[in-house]
């Protein structure tokens, strides 16, 4: 495996960088995470249009531009001889001194590595994924917009491992408010009588790439949906359920907190999303015979 490191492609073995690098003393940088679907880079203009908005944010300038990036990441898939994977993209602030100001720091490290990602069995596709909410909140929008895709993850981490010890893939986690936030590494969604909800960005959701290409694709089953606030007791009683999310995909969610969705099975517009979705992915983005 070859894995990306400012420009040139190093060895696994090969690619470190730093101890001094704040994105590890600090957890200060930004990541994406990128599906590769036969050969497509699914929504890669999305991913780095968020990519450069989270550096703007916590004012970080991307050694590369909008250009340079997708060649980089095309030229890591292409070497690895990748058609199909997950690709890692990561800026740091870059090395600099043991104190918490990022002045003196840099230059940033880009680093891209493409491997495979799977995040739950196969076989939860078809039965369904079973979520339970756990203690730990999502970081309150005003003190780090959730928007920021940084690496910074350990109240997530927290929550997963939460849900883990109690038996759990996945958990659901809540804002400060109460109000449902978001899943570890997915949104979101439910589906109650017709209509289609998800939490509005502002409840402490990341805007998912994912989460737009399925309130697109709703639009295509006309399926009405609306961003909203959601409780707990909204997701107890839905008639179905489901999470979006790069590594997940879409993947059908048929208990919460031991309430059972709908009848416990994948619901049927669910199911359709996951069709259209699959379809979507083959031909949504950046194809790799096509970036030079
Ligand atoms: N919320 C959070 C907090 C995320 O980190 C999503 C939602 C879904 O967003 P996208 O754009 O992927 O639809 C994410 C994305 C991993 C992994 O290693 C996590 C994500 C993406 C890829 C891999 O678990 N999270």
């Not at 199911?271 to 979705?277: A, N, P, T």
Request: aromatic share 6%.
């Amino acid at each position: 495996m070859k894995i990306y490191l400012n420009g040139d492609f190093v060895a696994k073995e090969d690619a470190k960088i730093s101890v001094f690098d704040h994105g590890l003393l600090y957890g200060d940088g930004v990541f994406e995470g990128i599906r590769l679907y036969d050969g497509c880079v699914f929504k890669l203009d999305e991913h780095l249009e968020r990519l450069e908005y989270s550096a703007k944010a916590i004012l970080l300038e991307l050694p590369l531009n909008r250009e340079q990036m997708k060649k980089a990441v095309c030229d890591t898939c292409r070497i690895n001889d990748m058609q199909n994977g997950y690709v890692r993209l990561v800026v740091t602030r870059g090395p600099g001194h043991l104190g918490l100001t990022p002045d003196g720091c840099g230059p940033g490290n880009v680093i891209i590595i493409a491997d495979d990602i799977q995040l739950y069995p196969e076989e939860l596709y078809e039965k369904g994924l079973k979520i339970i909410s756990v203690p730990t909140r999502r970081i309150n929008s005003s003190a780090l917009p959730p928007a920021i895709k940084s690496l910074n993850y350990l109240n997530n981490i927290l929550a997963k491992i939460e849900a883990k010890k109690v038996g759990f893939q996945e958990a659901l986690m809540l804002n400060d408010k109460g109000e449902i936030a978001e899943c570890t590494g997915d949104n979101v969604f439910i589906i109650a009588k017709g209509i289609l909800y998800t939490p509005p960005l502002d409840a402490g959701s990341l805007r998912g790439i994912t989460r737009g290409a399925a309130i697109d694709l709703a639009a295509q089953l006309e399926l009405p949906c609306r961003e909203q606030a959601l409780t707990r007791y909204d997701l107890w009683t839905a008639d179905e359920c489901f999470l979006t999310g790069t590594a997940a995909e879409v993947i059908p969610c048929v208990e919460v907190d031991h309430r059972q969705v709908g009848d416990g099975t994948p619901g049927v517009m669910t199911r359709r999303l996951i069709d259209l979705f699959r379809k979507m992915v083959l031909s949504d983005g950046v194809h790799l015979n096509e970036q030079d």
